[in-house]
Structure formats: structure tokens, C-alpha cells
């Protein structure tokens, strides 16, 4: 799935443009962009003056629907060159061009207010940090942090904001995120049929996680996906990274989906009642896991994937 662009708007290059990211009805932006009066300039350096055709689409992880759309997993390098995971609180691509949509445009000094209501885990506000998709790597990278900001006025007064400068000088998708290095593996198999025999393990299948908000006492409300991440099952399954704490393992809950060929693959029932063979997980540890399909409750439901 690909995320829709928004259609643009029109902007006047002289004033001063607050442009909301979050689509969830009922519910406040989760950020803003600022983008001061005469910051545009055309592809030549030169300053742009006029009308301009703004298009900024935003990915809500408060809208669980829309981790599919997600065009990256997410994961940047470290000073060691080490791979790691991010935690993300919105994606958004802008795309400014002349009133005509003739020529691209570039934007200077454009800020990112980041509402710190929304950041669900306070510890994270200290590691918040602005990224941008490298589009030849598909690994992220950082563009800036973020500093506090309780100087904003108006009908939003007594709320703290979070604060990254940015210039906008090519397409790119960028990313508030927080560094996370809590990771463990989910052991996913595949197979030809519902009799779960090892030798009829298949290979190929794209096996996905959508990790989701912590359980209470780790600020879950309201509930986002964190993170999507997908592996490709080999003759002996996959392993795909999921967030977990050492401290308290029911913390961390994710979704788990597979396919094959474009088709969705039915998940392991969970009711009547959980046979261990079935789900792969001997007792007791497959009723800590607290494994249910999502049919579970409801029969209406898909029986393509478990949490």
C-alpha cells in the first residue's frame, strides 16, 4: 500500500504558514509546521516571491490502518556503524512548487512544533530528533533536534513544544523519531497447511510486526504503532525485530500478519482454546505470551493475524 498524497494548497510566500500534521478526528495535531514569511527560493538560489502550491502528507501512528503504508523500515546507523531501530511519532513528505506546479521549490528555516502531549513516553522527549529518508540507502538520517519551547501563545497556551529547524531542499520523506536500542525477535513460521509439520514450512512469505504503544504504566494512551518491520520466511521461518523491556515483559504488544504472493495467510487459532503445538510456543510460556488471534473475540474479524 502506498500512503495518498495530500492535494495541495495554496500558500502566500510573504506571510507566515502554520500547516497541522494529523489527520485523526478529534484529536489535536500531533505536530506543526512553521514556515516563515520569504523562505521559498527556486531551484537557482534565487528568492521566491508569489503563490505557492503546497502538499504535505502526513503518516498518523495514532491511525493504526497506516503502518502499511509506512515506506521505510525503521532503521538508521550509529557512530559504529551499527544498525538500529526507530520509534516514530509521524512521518510527513512535503512537496512545494510555483502556483503554476511548474517548477520545484526549496524552503529555508521551516520549524516543526512537536506537541509534547503527544509524546507518550516522557523519556522520550529528551532523545526526540528530526530525520530525513535517504532515498539511495533507505536508511535514515539525522537532520536535527529538538528543543523545548514554552514561549507559544494562543489558544494553546499552557502546552510545551518540542522544536526542530529544517530546510526543505529536496523530495524527501522525513521522520520524528526516537532512537530505541530495547529490541528482541519474534520467531515466525509458515506452512503449506494446518497440519504444522516442519517439513512443510514454507519459504517466501513476507512476514510483518506492528509494534504497539506500551501497556499501562508505560503511557499507552491513545494506543500507535510504533514501529513496522518485515522479514522473508526462509525454510525455517524468520525472525523480525519487536520492542521489549527486561524489566517487564508484558510492556510491549505487536501485531504479527504474513503473506504469500500477495495473499493473506491465516494466522494459528487461539480459541476454542491455545494448543502449544499449533502456535509453536511450549507451556507455560505460550500463556504469558497472552497469544490471540484477532478473531478471538469476535468471529467477524479476519483470522489473518495474532497479537
Not at 524527501?172 to 526516537?178: I, P
Amino acid at each position: 500500500k502506498m500512503l495518498r498524497k495530500k492535494p495541495p494548497v495554496t500558500l502566500e510566500s510573504t506571510e507566515t504558514n502554520m500547516i497541522p500534521l494529523g489527520d485523526m478526528e478529534g484529536e489535536d495535531p500531533i505536530a506543526e509546521l512553521e514556515i516563515p514569511p520569504n523562505t521559498f527560493y527556486r531551484q537557482n538560489g534565487k528568492p521566491y516571491l508569489g503563490k505557492v502550491k503546497a502538499s504535505v502528507t502526513f503518516l498518523d501512528p495514532r491511525n493504526i490502518s497506516s503502518a502499511s503504508t509506512a515506506q521505510s523500515d525503521l532503521n538508521f546507523l550509529d557512530r559504529e556503524g551499527d544498525m538500529l531501530p526507530l520509534r516514530t511519532y509521524g512521518m510527513f513528505a512535503m512537496d512545494f512548487t510555483d502556483e503554476t506546479a511548474a517548477e520545484s521549490l526549496n524552503a529555508g528555516k521551516v520549524k516543526v512544533h512537536l506537541d509534547s502531549a503527544q509524546v507518550t513516553m516522557p523519556e522520550h522527549l529528551k532523545g526526540m530528533k528530526l530525520w530525513s529518508l535517504n532515498p539511495q540507502t533507505g536508511l535514515w538520517e539525522e537532520e536535527g533536534d529538538f528543543q523545548v519551547d514554552q514561549t507559544r501563545r494562543g489558544k494553546r497556551e499552557e502546552r510545551t513544544f518540542l522544536v526542530g529547524n529544517m530546510e526543505i531542499r529536496e523530495r524527501r520523506l522525513f521522520n520524528l523519531d526516537v532512537p530505541e536500542n530495547r529490541r528482541c525477535y519474534i520467531k515466525v513460521r509458515a506452512y503449506r497447511s494446518e497440519r504444522y509439520f516442519p517439513s512443510e514450512q514454507v519459504s517466501g512469505a513476507v512476514v510483518s510486526v506492528i509494534n504497539l504503544e506500551p501497556s499501562p504504566g508505560y503511557s499507552t494512551n491513545p494506543r500507535a504503532w510504533g514501529r513496522f518491520d518485515s522479514a522473508v520466511t526462509g525454510a525455517n521461518g524468520a525472525c523480525v525485530p519487536a520492542f521489549c523491556d527486561d524489566q517487564n515483559p508484558d510492556a510491549y504488544s505487536a501485531y504479527v500478519m504474513a503473506s504469500l504472493g500477495g495473499e493473506e495467510l491465516e494466522a494459528a487459532p487461539s480459541s476454542p482454546r491455545l494448543n502449544p503445538f499449533v502456535v509453536g510456543v511450549p507451556q507455560p510460556y505460550l500463556n504469558k505470551l497472552k497469544y490471540k488471534r484477532t478473531d478471538h473475540t469476535d468471529r467477524n474479524v479476519k483470522k489473518t493475524a495474532f497479537r
